[in-house]
């Protein structure tokens, strides 16, 4: 088997690295420091597909059977 | 000073290594002495038992602190070990840190630009991510095990070799040398302290070379406490024994070095204090054998303490014992209603409730009072303002006790009816395993339970025992009271639509009041709604000639509010291609109007147990908790009053299929075998076609399961078709009351197939299953086809592979609930702490989340129209039929 983009793939829900700003503005209205964020791993195979830093917070967007649109977000961390 | 002067507010713990001088700071003696207590019982000094460890007999003042024994908190010695030895506790521990550092010069196997490296790291992950700090120190400890080389002093790395529990071994060319561990414990002790620091460890709070130990500390003797048995014998505890045993090693050992004995011997006594230690600590290590007791019995050393179900955790620190709470048999009551508990007079007077008295309740509590601890509501005990306990059993004159109190005394009185009390039966699984109910205190010794609530608690009446117990503040039980109440909780989270509700004879009654063919003259329905507990006026009869009659669907409309509609197909629907709704001449399909059952019969599908989008539902959802639990308190209890009033039974002869019925059966089967020899005939001459994944023998398997299992069924059909309509098993099957049609197909028609492991029997002799038959035979006979339905008996070698079938249900179901308490017990402490905030985000106990939304749609699941947010079908339906009037 070649090389695939998994992002491409259909199983694999839409990532994106967040501004500055709207990192400042998830957290203001969550109320929570960037570290109570759920958690990725810089090694993860998408933090290395979308180029995520440490530090980094990501948003995923995934279709749920449930809530039609769901929007999740991670936190980057070493490792 | 005395102990609890000492009691102060734990900010935070510190977890770290205790070093030797530590151990000999907090210990108060030197212990020598192998033995316990003298001829005489008293207690040896420098022994175990040592006075200045604390006292255990009472009236004793303590040698150290001089406390009694209730505040003496019991004082640790400790044990000069002759020679080092391994903490097995940290053996994996020292064996990562001795591969990681240089042999020579103790540094860490890493270049100067690497440690700088990871330093940096280090101190940025100590202040961002301080939980990853350890996947870190992991890191530089793989990273620098690879070194075959010292970077600071240039010498060759030795393979280290880890053998369980405590022994390692060095690689030399000239072959494997163990290493000691003195010599462990001085390669520790080099490393310095920026290296311990990248390794993940504080130096402050954890040396490395602590990890290998020099001295031992010996608990308090309150922790190992001897035992005098009756015989007068003194018995000491397990940790003592295992101490005994160290010191007796460690002594000798110290004897033979002084002496300049072999080293031979000498490390040989050296392994055995290993072991000793070893096994103090952990009795069950792997790798060697348990120190066991004289009798045999291993000893339950400091981790068997803390350890299991019957460990400290588990057994004395999640799990206590509570005061207030009673546990009895339970049984069945239908005439309470579901939020009520039926408790035993005996329990109502031992369990009691604390009650302020002012001026409101001062004559009723001062009646109780007099009625003393025996007389039912009676009172237990009274305590004044100043906090003095007075016990009702003693003065002679309760009267001038009663007349002596005042505002502001508590009298803890017995429980009446209309308190408020939890109800649990284990396993508690789910939330409607603890209920709160109001009490009705009833003669007799068992708890007495509505039967509405058996599904929430999984409760049956074959010998289940259930908890109670009483919340004793006000707050308490209002919280009780609001959130836990049985009718707050007959809609269930688990799937959205009412967990509590009709089950077998009320479904089953319910039927039969509201079928088609139930009229009812003026005294049976006025008697019927009678012990419903209705009182309003009786509807104008259905029928008024030749006389006054009533239908049962008229009764059972009466518990409807007005206004509620409501359309199902019900239980008894045959699922016809197309439904012809209103019209269904089976009377299946339910409408209500205004509150009036005009079509259709109430079953399963409308007041069901676990029936979501039922009547029950939908009228809990619309019109709340508090009309939904009055529908289950009364019209319930019509449907039973109809039920005694008909009688429900069932009879052998029911079971009964005429003739021409079992011949049909009968051919049925014959046909299935002589396929079946078909089949097996093809298979033998090799013109059987191969199945795709299969082999040939399990082709020709799988077909003759096909085929006897279509025999099964048909016969089952044919059953249903000879049976008569009056037919009780069938009434219960049809309308979901209990049982199904194979069951019924079994007592009448044919059993069938019997299996094991989803096959057919084929385990037993060799090539065939029982010696009544030829080897090789694969006919159904003799592969466990039960021929006989259970009302013809099944024959010897019928009911041997019946009863092989059924072991490995049972045996299943043992399987099953062993495996899945685990799976719970480790569910359950993982998420015992997490909650959904106002936000409606899921977060853990420090605030870091979880779900960014509850259930990704924010929707309680118990409020929910059986897990969706609306139920837009029902809605249209609504709104269609309101403006089509
Ligand atoms: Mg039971
Ligand atoms: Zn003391
Ligand atoms: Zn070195
Ligand atoms: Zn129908």
Known sequence: MGKFDLLDHELVPQFRIMAKEEIEQLRKSLGVRKEDLPWMLKSDPVSKAIGAKPGDVVEIVRKSPVAGRSVAYRYVVPG | ???????????????????????????????????????????????????????????????????????????????????????????????????????????????????????????????????????????????????????????????????????????????????????????????????????????????????????????????????????????????????????????????????????????????????????????ETSGIPPARHRSGRPLRTLAQRLKGKEGRFRSNLSGKRVDFSARTVISPDPIIRINEVGVPIEIAKLLTIPERINSYNIEQVRRLIENGPDIHPGANYIIRPDGRRIDLRFPKDRKAVADAVSIGYIVERHLKDGDIVLFNRQPSLHRMSIMAHKVRVLPYKTFRLNLCVCPPYNADFDGDEMNLHVPQSEESRAEAGVLMLVQEQILSPRYGGPIMGGIQDYISGAYMLTRKETILTREDASQLLARAGYSGELPPPEINEPKELWTGKQLASLFFPS????????????????????????????????????????????????????????????????????????????????????????????????????????????????????????????????????????????????????????????????????????????????????????????????????????????????????????????HGFVYSSYKDRLNPIEFFFHAMGGREGLVDTAVRTSQSGYMQRRLINALQDVRVEYDLTVRGTDGSIIQFKYGEDGVDPAKSDHGKAVNVEKIIERVVKAGGG
């Open chain 2, 1 to 283: 000073m005395s102990f609890y002067e000492l009691v102060k507010s734990i900010k935070s713990i510190r977890f770290g290594i205790l070093s030797p001088e530590e151990i000999r700071k907090m210990s108060v003696v030197n212990i020598v002495t192998a033995d316990t207590y003298d001829e005489d019982g008293i207690p040896i000094e420098a022994g175990l038992m040592d006075r200045r460890l604390g006292t255990i007999e009472p009236g004793q003042k303590c040698q150290t602190c001089g406390n009694r024994v209730r505040q003496c908190p019991g004082h640790f010695g400790h044990i000069e070990l002759a020679r080092p030895v391994v903490h097995p506790g940290f053996a994996k521990l020292v064996y990562s840190l001795l591969k990681a550092t240089c042999w020579n010069c103790g540094r860490l196997l890493l270049t100067n630009e690497d440690v700088d490296k990871y330093t940096i790291l280090m101190d940025r992950y100590r202040r961002k991510w301080p939980q990853l700090r350890l996947r870190l120190a992991d890191r530089v400890i793989r990273r620098a095990s690879k070194n075959t080389e010292c970077p600071h002093c240039g010498e060759h790395q030795y393979k280290l070799k880890f053998e369980k529990p405590t022994t390692y071994y060095e690689e030399h060319k000239e072959g494997t040398v163990k290493l000691a561990p003195n010599e462990i414990r001085s390669r520790l002790e080099r490393i310095t302290d920026s290296d311990v620091k990248l390794i993940g460890l504080d130096p402050q709070i954890a040396r490395p070379e602590w990890m290998v130990l020099t001295v031992l500390p010996v608990p308090p003797s309150a922790v190992r406490p001897s035992i005098t048995l009756e015989s007068g014998i003194r018995s000491e505890d397990d940790l003592t024994h295992k101490l005994v045993d160290i010191i007796r090693i460690n002594e000798r050992l110290k004897d033979n070095i002084d002496a300049g004995a072999p080293q031979l011997i000498i490390e040989d006594l050296w392994e055995l204090l290993q072991y000793h230690v070893t096994t103090y600590f952990d009795n």
């Open chain 2, 563 to 782: 206004g509620f509609n409501y359309s199902l197909k019900s239980n008894v629907c045959l699922k016809c291609p197309s439904c012809k709704k209103e019209d269904c001449e089976n009377d299946a399909y339910v409408v209500i109007r205004d509150g009036k059952l005009i079509k259709g019969v109430i079953d399963k599908k409308s007041i069901g147990a676990g029936q979501p989008e039922s009547v029950l539902h939908r009228l809990i959802k619309d019109y709340g908790t508090d009309v939904g639990r009055d529908y289950i308190d009364k019209a319930f209890k019509l449907f039973l009053a109809y039920i005694d009033s008909r009688g429900l039974t069932i009879g052998l002869d029911e079971e009964e299929l005429p003739a021409e019925a079992k011949r049909e059966v009968l051919e049925a089967i014959r046909q299935a075998e002589s396929k079946i020899s078909e089949l097996i005939d093809t298979y033998k001459q090799g013109f059987l076609e191969r199945l795709a994944g299969r082999t040939l023998e399990e082709t020709l398997e799988t077909k003759i399961m096909q085929e006897l299992e279509e025999a099964r069924e048909l016969a089952g059909e044919i059953a249903g078709r000879y049976l008569k309509e009056t037919n009780t098993a069938l009434l219960m099957a049809r309308t979901g009351a209990r049982g199904s049609f194979m069951n019924l197909a079994h007592m009448v028609a044919c059993v069938g197939q019997q299996s094991v492991r989803g096959e057919r029997i084929i385990r037993g002799y060799m090539n065939r299953t029982l010696p009544h038959f030829k080897p090789g035979d694969l006919g159904a006979e003799a």
